[in-house]
């Protein structure tokens, strides 16, 4: 365990995310406040095949007044990272030595992140004010996720996993924003998710937090970030296609109760379904494509380990599912529009037979 004369340098990097609309023009972003594009941080190790595509927009915001017990009051530099499929990534940097223990009062203070967002949301008020004409549909979404990484030194043990089964308990604690002990089986699922690439680093995460050693890693804490951003997406989506839907059975439900529907409210109906599927869609494959992690490299697995963290698979799986059911929604009422078109059409026929049949016995 730590002595009691141990201190802990490091920086906690504050992550929270948030959604702004449909899209974000980045060119008309950069023209708007004059910023940059951000590239990828990566080290030798990182392919070049690995890069955001299209490339972000970062935002040098200035200083976020945080107040953390422990540290105080502090300005934070803070950065804004946006995305064209319509997220902002807020990340602040916050220096700290302090001790174990004291460590993990952060940590555990960051279990009700609500002053923290509230506190980005007013820093990006401004910028979100001058950026309105790059936004398409701007909407700023109630909802946020939020991340925190604890970045320490390199471990000066040389063994990674020996000096983790040493300090798990106050590990666990650490990633978990727990402060109080936790049970042994809670602090081998804490520290279950951990990659080291050397003997002296080490990365361990978990849904709420995660810990860092290491140094030059700010590959790895764009892949937390966009990981987190990618989240909110996800959330935003499902959520978007879940409302939306209810909304097009309110369509549906007296369609499918009249013989012969008005043909303006079948095609509003088509529309609404069609455009909610195209957007869906869009949005879907933007926020998933614009980084692609994949393969063996060290980034990638940090990226996949997170998804499985982050519960990922899940959410493309919900919103994979809410699309099926927009398309076979789709599907039913263009069904049901050419069969009423049928059967009027066949009504249209009997009735000119019956009027060419009246007709001839008129005349006779």
Known sequence: MFDSATRLQGTLHLFVAYDWGDEIHLDAARRLVSAELHALNRRRRTPSSIAY????????????????PQIGCVAAPAEATLFDFGAVSLGMRVPFSLAPAELLEVAAHLARPEPLVAAGRQALGSWHARLLPAIASPDWSEFTEEYFVFELPPLAATDADAWLAEQAAWL?????????????????????????????????????????????????????????????EFRHIDDRLDRRLTAAYRLIHPLARRWLPFWNTQARTLRALGDLRIEANELFERADNVLKLVGDQYLARVYRMLARRFHLADWQQSIQRSLDTVEGAHRVIAEQASASRLELLEAIVILLILIE???ALWRH
Do not use: K, M
């Open 53 to 68: 595509r299209p490339a972000p927009v970062r935002l040098p915001i200035g200083a976020v007044q945080v107040d953390l």
């Open 357 to 359: 049949v009246v007709n």
């Open 172 to 232: 666990a604690g650490l990633v978990r924003l727990e402060r109080g002990p936790l049970s042994a089986s809670e602090i081998t699922e804490a520290v279950r998710e951990r990659l080291s690439y050397t003997p002296h680093d080490l990365f361990v995460a978990e849904w709420s937090a995660a810990a860092l050693f290491d140094s030059d890693c700010g590959e790895t804490l764009e892949a937390i970030e966009f990981a987190n951003l990618q989240l909110l």
